[in-house]
């Protein structure tokens, strides 16, 4: 049931206090895996975005949207797919800053790691960024953007940093509120002590009169000078001093403005100065307590970006680095464990958004350091189990006072975080280790892994983590964080391959495995994965050459060969990502993504067993027949190991001398040379697009260095023959015993491009360019053999302009900036004889009529 339907059926019944709180708990704890693995990820995430939406600027409801941002997070990091914060596409998000922040982080993931799936994605892609930084006040760093998918860095590169104008807000406030204060002491100090001597005779009431005039004059002289924000100091001082009248805390949360009280806790950051008892501690948290959720996560980010500053200013008059990272330190440790005010997650995030700075990621560091948070670390880790959920018995809940301290256990109000600091933290640990690898300091992201892998253990993803952070920065991460990355699993529950340690803990570490290792890979993958032969629903899939096991397939009702065990097993007893079909296929990929062995040693590994996929199972006396058996035209060396010669070939049959090979896929060595073709295909799509290119530069390389397009001396019968036959269908070949190389590699890169997301089928005209100069009839039919299963797919260009007027046809009729881009984007491929032709449908005013006539298609596309 979505969470929408209950909130309608119930209303009344959730408005209940703590009911609401405990709902989103056990969503978020116990049933996130239950959404996962229905599909229904996107809808609840949905639902508890309205719910934030609704409490985000509400005061006081800390607590209840603390948890519902926590839930939100970790349903952002859990899709793997494209999804669209608002239908209409206008307009800013319903998202929180903080959730802002995450999407980009987890779109930047799966447009890098998975690609985009569908070409729709790609039309929304830029309105959807704009929805999502909208309210955002920085973009990223530059370390953190070099990671980035072009399309997301490209959106940001020309972003403004908003920063630096709320720092030189900041530093007015400073020194002009400072100069009012004085003045105002001066200029009016009689009236003050004329107010103060008849308190006495006309009572309180006047005081309050007093309070209220000085209040107001900090407004009115604030705005005369200059700007608002110059009067926070003045407040603040006002509000926090160990002195300060109890009174005036009403008065400021009454009648303050929202531009004020964003700079609250740098105002207090700056009067406590390191000391925490210069500041009043009571009147901060009853201010805190009273403002939204949104405004404490503003101030935190407005205090992080003035302590930031300060050390910039004070390290310049000449004080010691650590002495000022300590103070820092100090004052946060008493916001967060001595006051228990500030939410610990929030300032990390907020820490690590600024790792532009060079200070700001030790403060991280060491805050995650602190006695006081490994304490509650210990105590969240011994108190259940990380598959608590699969317990029947009742979870012992914490006592309130325990888990959130004496001063945060009210019973009026909600509290800033949650019922446990340790909880929130979890989905937060592993972008402090993305901001640690995309700053180069994977020896400290390396012991922040290994401080928290008892904490990682109660990660609802972690498998995602690990498989997504391999492939969002594979070919940055040394030997040694990609072990302590691959620690963060429950090892004995992984279907890891039984070599795959060995090769991992090599102390050679640009030693390639095997080919038998590969082969073993490939075979545990069509048992599997792969879609069995035998299978009611597949049952003509040995005549399917792509092997179509689309990405889209990978699904618990399709995966027809996954063990028997796997669809009787409880939601939350599958390990993330889901089936074991997919835990399978994802474990290959991680197997990939982790050997030292570099992209191009992979690829040549794999592209060699596929090409002699047949002919080495037949000679290794596996097979069941050696015969041809149909009335199929055979090739010129009818499955002899000439066909399979090539300059480059030095391939070893060593990994099939084992009888066995075969005898374990349950298949005779026909049905299994077509199926591996499959599943190398199904796991190279899988893989980053450093993979992609290394296929389709061995892939070429193969095709050009086959006997009979270099052999001049052959007739051209023969070469009719030797062509037509090879570019058959690789399982007919597969039936008589007579595959070649290039029909192997051509069914191998059908079924990887069927694999393929959209995005990423834009690269596969690469393996043409590797194969020019194209200068015999044979080539162009090789070419368009291996390109024409990907017409189907391109098909989608037909419906796509006919839904997006190009032209203006009618007078309310535009031309969509989308497909334009997308149009030019195919434009820079075609010859330049060709371009012309077709150049008034590019977003350029020079050479587009559309363009000239429509110049906010500029405007736009800038």
């Known amino acids: 049931m979505y969470l929408q339907n209950l909130t309608q059926r119930s209303s009344s019944f959730l408005n209940k206090p703590g009911v609401s709180i405990l709902l989103l708990e056990i969503l978020n704890y116990r049933l996130l895996p239950l959404y996962r693995y229905y599909g229904k990820s ?16 509400k005061c006081g409801e800390h607590r209840h949207f603390r948890l519902a941002e926590n839930l939100c997070m970790n349903l952002i990091l859990s899709i793997r797919d494209f999804f669209v914060v608002k239908k209409e596409l206008k307009g800013p998000t319903d998202f929180t800053e903080t959730i802002n922040r995450i999407t980009i982080i987890s779109l930047a993931i799966t447009i890098k790691t998975r690609g985009v799936a569908e070409v729709e994605h790609m039309l929304y892609l830029q309105p959807l960024l704009e929805q999502i930084m909208a309210t955002s006040q920085h973009t990223w760093s530059q370390k953190t953007m070099r990671y980035f998918p072009t399309l997301i860095r490209d959106f940001l590169i020309g972003r403004i940093d908003k920063r630096g104008q709320a720092i030189q807000a900041w530093q007015q406030v400073r020194i002009l509120s400072s100069r009012i204060l004085h003045w105002c002491m001066d200029t009016f100090g009689c009236l003050y002590g004329g107010i103060y001597q008849y308190e006495q005779l006309l009572g309180c009431r006047l005081a309050l009169i007093h309070k209220y005039y000085i209040f107001f004059f900090d407004i009115y002289f604030g705005n005369l000078f200059c700007q608002a924000e110059r009067t ?53 948290g009853r201010v805190l307590r009273e403002l939204s959720p949104e405004e404490v996560t503003s101030n935190i ?5 003035v302590l930031l500053h300060q050390i910039q200013i004070e390290l310049q008059h000449g004080l010691p680095a650590q002495d000022l990272l300590s103070k820092a330190i100090s004052n946060f440790s008493f916001f967060i464990w001595s006051l228990e005010l500030l939410p610990l997650d929030i300032i990390v995030l907020a820490l690590i958004d600024r790792d532009d700075d060079p200070y700001a990621l030790s403060i991280v560091i060491s805050l995650l350091d602190k006695p006081e948070l490994q304490q509650r670390i210990r105590m969240y880790c011994t108190s259940r189990s990380p598959e608590h959920w699969a317990h029947n018995q009742l979870s012992k809940r914490v006592e309130l006072q ?42 400290i992201a390396d012991r922040v892994l290994n401080s928290y892998t008892q904490l990682m253990a109660f990660h609802p993803l972690r498998f995602s983590f690990v498989r997504d952070t391999l492939a969002y920065f594979y070919g940055h991460l040394p ?29 050679n570490s640009s030693v390639c495995p095997p080919q038998e290792y590969f082969a073993n890979l490939l075979l545990g993958l069509v048992n599997n994965v792969i879609p069995s032969l035998n299978s009611k629903s597949k049952s003509d899939s040995s005549g399917d050459s792509s092997g179509n096991f689309g990405r889209a397939t990978l699904n618990r009702t399709q995966a027809t060969s996954i063990s028997s065990s796997d669809g009787q097993k409880a939601f939350y007893e599958n390990q993330d990502p889901g089936t074991y079909t997919q835990l399978v296929l994802e474990t290959a990929a991680i197997e990939i993504l982790s050997l030292p062995a570099s992209a191009s040693q992979v ?76 599943a190398c295909g199904l796991l190279l799509a899988q893989l980053p697009p450093e993979f992609h290119l290394q296929l389709y530069s061995e892939a070429a390389c193969i095709i050009k260095d086959c006997w009979w397009l270099v052999d001049g001396k052959r007739s051209l019968d023969e070469l009719e023959s030797a062509v037509g036959y090879a570019l058959l269908d690789s399982t007919w070949a597969s039936q008589d015993n007579t595959s070649t190389a290039i029909g192997n590699i051509v069914s191998l890169l059908h079924a990887f491009f069927s694999n393929l997301p959209h995005e990423w089928l834009e690269s596969t005209h690469t393996i043409i360019k590797h194969l020019r100069p194209v200068s015999s009839v044979a080539m162009v039919r090789i070419a368009f053999r291996i390109m024409s299963p990907l017409l189907p797919r391109l098909a989608f260009a037909r419906p796509l302009f006919m839904k997006a007027p190009c032209c203006d046809v009618q007078n309310h009729s535009k031309p969509k900036v989308e497909i334009l881009t997308l149009c030019g984007k195919a434009m820079g491929l075609l010859r330049p004889d060709v371009q012309h032709l077709l150049s008034h449908l590019k977003i350029d005013q020079t050479s587009s009529i559309y363009a000239a006539t429509h110049p906010k298609l500029t405007q736009n596309s800038a």
């Open 479 to 507: 030997n040694k964080l990609i072990l302590r990355i691959l620690k963060v699993l429950d090892l004995t529950k992984i279907p890891f391959s039984e070599s795959f340690p060995q090769y991992m803990a090599s102390p």
């Open 232 to 284: 926070v100091l003045n407040q603040c001082t006002q509000l926090l001093s160990p002195s300060a009248d109890p009174t005036y805390v009403m008065i400021y949360l009454s009648h303050s403005f929202p531009q004020h009280r964003q700079y609250l806790c740098a105002g207090a950051w700056m009067l406590m100065n390191g000391l925490p008892g210069r500041i009043n501690s009571t009147s901060l």
């Open 402 to 443: 325990k888990a959130l301290g004496n001063h945060l256990s009210w019973k009026d109000r909600y509290p800033t975080f949650f019922d446990d600091i340790a909880a929130r933290l979890i989905p937060i640990i592993p972008l402090v280790v993305y901001r640690l690898i995309e700053n180069d300091a994977t020896d």
């Open 301 to 305: 980010y407005k205090m992080v970006d």
């Open 603 to 678: 690829v040549a590994s794999l592209v060699q067993i596929i090409v002699h996929i047949q002919p080495t199972l037949i000679q290794s006396g596996s097979g069941i027949s050696h015969g041809q058996t149909s009335g199929l035209p055979t090739s010129p060396s009818a499955g002899s190991t000439e066909s399979m010669n090539t300059s480059r070939s030095t391939f070893s049959t060593s990994w099939v001398n084992d009888n066995s090979f075969v005898s374990k896929s349950g298949y005779s060595c026909q049905q299994l040379s077509c199926l591996m073709i499959q």
């Open 42 to 57: 996107k809808a609840l995430m949905n639902d508890v975005t309205k719910i934030i939406s609704t409490i985000k600027g």
